[in-house]
């Protein structure tokens, strides 16, 4: 017998096979009286398969995911999907509205979950979220970016040490992919508790966005419906370089000064290549802030202004030596570089 497909209840709204819906899923009203909701588009496949939740803009700062997901609603083959799609671009409203990563709480809402119907007000988010998508959700994209000032390298973050996530975050084909230990309170590790595979994406910026984190996210979620049988696999997929990650550690300001020469997000380093020149306005005071070790810069800090121990430079290192012929373009071919390097300050 043939599986047939079922429809999907959420906020009490039934979407039935074929069909696809808005919904405004209910949260707490601002003291406006005014209403205040998580906008849930759901796309219900005729045929059966997996269902997949992608959610973006959990900390309501950062954007690339909200623009990401704007992109794959306009894919026309979604009314061919197989399973269920289920899009939040914007987890946390307040924050978003507010132009602030965190809730009115000062609560961070990726440190609130499970959360609990009667709990703080970030809870009571998490919990909504876990209870009507998650909890029916087979699979899960949870879309990021760098915080303020600060830009990362497109990269995946998971628990790669479970095979079916790593899977995913080959599929997904991110330059970088890191193993990640979870954290606490994180929507990855109430998700991953529920064993229900999830990646975590990080590219570009807060309160900017950048064409390539924003391509490399759009194709990676493409490419993971491909690869979870969502949609018909790619006739040609090109194979690109992965630098698979086993550390990274940050590289600090030694003093606090005018950051000059640094070097762009993308570049593999050697031990002792130069990184940044910290200096005083009359540059009189010049110091060099050298790699420690060898790897791939995959974050750095885009203000040019830093205290010392401000965290400015992140490494991603890998337990081989990187090959020689390593470089980001292989990584990135097709995509337009220009589109990704953010100016050098
Ligand atoms: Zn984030």
Redesign the pocket.
């Known amino acids: 017998m043939v599986n047939s497909q079922k429809s999907i209840t959420i906020g009490g709204v039934q979407i039935s096979p074929g069909q696809r819906q808005t919904i405004d899923l209910p949260v707490a009203k601002l003291y406006t009286h005014t209403e205040m909701t998580m906008p849930i588009h759901v796309v219900c496949g005729k045929r059966p398969g997996p269902t997949l939740f992608v959610s973006s803009a959990?900390?309501g700062d950062?954007l690339n995911g909200v623009e990401i997901i704007r992109r794959l609603l306009k894919r026309k083959d979604l009314s061919r999907i197989h399973g269920i799609l289920i899009l939040i671009p914007i987890v946390n409203s307040f924050g978003f509205i507010h132009r602030d990563?965190y809730l009115p709480d000062r609560r961070d809402l990726?440190r609130s979950f499970p959360g609990s119907e009667r709990g703080s007000l970030a809870g009571r988010i998490a919990d909504l979220l876990l209870t009507e998508v998650i909890s029916q959700s087979t699979h899960g994209i949870d879309l990021?970016?760098g915080?303020n000032h600060r830009f990362n390298l497109p990269q995946i973050r998971g628990f790669l040490d479970d095979e079916e996530t790593a899977s995913l975050a080959e599929a997904f084909g991110a330059p970088v992919m890191i193993n990640s230990r979870l954290r606490d309170g994180s929507l990855r590790e109430a998700v991953a508790e529920k064993n229900i595979p999830i990646l975590l994406y990080?590219g570009g910026e807060?309160f900017r966005f950048n064409e390539f984190a924003i391509k490399v996210g759009y194709l990676g979620v493409v490419k993971v419906m491909r690869g979870i049988g969502m949609l018909p696999p790619q006739k040609t997929s090109k194979v690109r370089n992965v630098f698979r990650a086993t550390a990274s550690r940050w590289v600090r300001s030694p003093v606090s000064g005018i950051l000059s020469n640094v070097v762009n997000v993308g570049k593999s380093v050697k031990k002792g290549d130069c990184l940044a020149v910290v200096s005083d306005p009359f540059g009189e005071n010049e110091e060099v802030i050298r790699s420690t070790f060898e790897g791939l810069v995959i974050a750095r800090s885009e203000l040019p202004l830093a205290y010392e121990g401000d965290a400015l430079f992140h490494i991603a290192t890998m337990d081989v030596d990187l090959p020689d012929d390593f470089n980001l373009e292989s990584l990135v071919s097709g995509l337009n570089e220009d589109d990704f390097f953010p100016k050098t300050v």
């Open positions: 959990i900390h950062e990563r990726n990021h970016t915080s990080e807060a």
